[in-house]
């Protein structure tokens, strides 16, 4: 369960950050790059989730919680 909240956490973030840094870069005229950024990330934290929910359980599984 901690494992599904701290990855719900991170996307929460995610979804947060995405929505101000679309403002600020449209407001700036960067909307061509964001095109790219809006989809490049959410792909990279797509990895990161399949590597975190096999590498957190079996660290504390291990014992190790520092």
Do not use: D
Request: hydrophobic fraction near 55%.
């Amino acid at each position: 369960m901690k494992t599904n909240y701290i990855l719900a956490a991170a996307w929460g973030t995610l979804y947060v950050l995405t929505a101000i840094w679309t403002f600020l870069f449209k407001k700036a005229g960067f909307g061509n790059v964001l095109i790219l950024v809006n989809n490049l990330i959410p792909i990279l934290m797509g990895l990161f989730t399949a590597w975190f929910e096999k590498w957190y359980p079996a660290r504390m599984a291990r014992g190790k919680r520092k």
